[in-house]
């Protein structure tokens, strides 16, 4: 047992923000937030413990506890290209998938290579404050097991793994039969659940296995139902990419007879909670009535969004609709692992949605042109995220798109106790001052800090990472 005291903020619904203005005593027990106290309480219970002997850990008032951040999409095997090629489109010969993707991720088939490269990708998410991530590993099953130890061994961050399922449209070195796809895919899975329960932890577990149909284009009618009976019967998380943009659209729909991509996975099964679909910046209205009906998520990956989806996400319009969002790096097509990079990405991104399309006087018919100045002021309000409401969507919002809303995402008598220690640093950047509010000092590190910021990570009740 062991017990934290100071300022430890979460954000429990989206636009809720605990703990800037009142001290909380968090008491951690076997992995899980055992009890909580705010205000006086805390400071009386404070001293109960401490008289019994307690451990209580008192924080600096330069340290800010919050939770684990929950990376909601990221593909690990695309590592070793990061900040590279994001000048290409996604899709085409030429395009980001093909020339960046596709060929470093059929490198992880050398065993060795896979190694190094995902045990650098789980400690750079570490550093990072990443407690969780929901990740697309490459199409090798071997290779994708081997995340998993890995993980395991390392005691975090949680990987929910998927190993990546294509069976058309892929280059000859990088594709599967369908056969081949769907039995590789059963044999992950039960070796991911047989590895999480020796592991000894409890729900939601340190791994898990996910099933990870790629996207539409790359597979057929037959995969899709496969690995819909898989996500079924072994109660798995499904992941995929959705509606990402224009010309990954327009394939799709070539594909599967004018539908839409929300239509077409929900056809197959694929829409359902816990699903967690990237992107979905091209979406129709009916995909939106899909995602909501059917409870699947959205991972919000505004970063890569910039360069290849040709928009931003509605996230709080979104979310008033009764939306599930995440937010998720999509490294590498997102050029930074860091989920503070993500969540000012996604604060710049829902500013976006009400500039003014100079010079002003155009009254187009045109999609989000047509709109005059006055909407646009009702737009600012309707669509600007905060920065504490990205804070939410990194990690409440991630929880509720696992489904693991029960079980993380915020500090609540009974949740895991995954968290970051956030500090004060001066940086190039950023000074210290030692007037700034709790709020001031948060949205300093949110809006300019990285790295250096972490200083201590927890996974399941233990201290997994603290900066040298
Ligand atoms: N759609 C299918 N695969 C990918 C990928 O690796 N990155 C992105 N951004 N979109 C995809
Ligand atoms: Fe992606």
Not at 251 to 274: I, N
Not at 384 to 393: P, R, V
Not at 442 to 451: M, P, S, W
Request: hydrophobic share 40%; proline share 4%; net charge negative.
């Amino acid at each position: 047992v062991f017990a934290i005291f100071g300022t430890c903020v979460d954000t429990p619904e989206f636009g809720e923000v605990r703990g800037l203005h009142e001290p909380t005593l968090v008491v951690v027990s076997s992995g899980c937030i055992q009890s909580l106290y705010r205000g006086r309480a805390a400071e009386e219970s404070r001293k109960t413990l401490e008289n019994q002997g307690v451990s209580v850990r008192v924080l600096h008032a330069s340290e800010i506890l919050v939770p684990g951040f929950i990376d909601t999409h990221i593909h690990f095997p695309q590592f070793p290209f990061t900040g590279a090629g994001i000048d290409k489109p996604l899709m085409g010969d030429d395009g980001f998938l093909v020339k960046y993707a596709f060929p470093t991720e059929e490198s992880m088939s050398d065993l060795a290579i896979a190694r190094s490269v995902y045990n650098a990708g789980l400690e750079t998410l570490l550093r990072h404050g990443t407690t969780s991530a929901l990740i697309f590993a490459s199409i090798h099953c071997q290779a994708s097991k081997e995340l998993v130890d890995a993980a395991i061994r390392n005691r975090g961050p949680r990987a929910f793994v998927g190993k990546v399922c294509v069976d058309r449209h892929c280059p000859d070195s990088y594709i599967e039969t369908t056969e081949t796809s769907i039995n590789e895919t059963e044999d992950f899975i039960n070796y991911t659940q047989a590895r999480a329960a020796e592991a000894g932890h409890s729900p939601p577990y340190l791994v898990q296995p996910v099933v990870t149909p790629r996207f539409l284009p790359t597979c057929t009618a037959e995969l899709l139902a496969g690995l819909s009976q898989l996500a079924e019967r072994y109660k798995c998380i499904i992941q995929s990419h959705m509606s990402e943009s224009i010309d990954e659209v327009e394939f799709s729909s070539a594909l599967f007879e004018g539908k839409t991509d929300a239509e077409v996975f929900s056809d197959f099964g694929l829409l359902r909670a816990p699903s967690v679909m990237a992107h979905c910046v091209q979406m129709k209205c009916t995909e939106e009535d899909l995602l909501r009906d059917s409870g699947a998520a959205i991972a919000h990956c505004p970063l890569s969004n910039f360069f290849f989806a040709s928009g931003a996400l509605p996230v709080k319009q979104l979310i008033s609709r009764g939306i599930k969002v995440g937010l998720g790096t999509d490294v590498a097509g997102g050029y930074s692992p860091s989920m503070l990079s993500s969540m000012r990405a996604a604060v710049l991104a829902s500013k976006t949605l009400h500039f003014q399309y100079l010079p002003g006087a155009v009254q187009s018919s045109v999609g989000g042109l047509s709109v005059g100045a006055k909407e646009k002021e009702s737009s600012k309000e309707q669509d600007d995220l905060s920065h504490f409401d990205a804070l939410y969507l990194a990690t409440m919002g991630g929880a509720a798109s696992l489904g693991l809303q029960d079980l993380l995402g915020s500090f609540e008598e009974g949740k895991r106790f995954d968290a970051v220690l956030l500090t004060q640093v001066s940086t190039a950047l950023s000074f210290v001052c030692r007037h700034d509010s709790r709020e001031d000092l948060l949205q300093k590190i949110l809006t300019l800090g990285d790295d250096r910021n972490v200083k201590e990570v927890f996974v399941d009740g233990q201290s997994v990472y603290s900066q040298p």
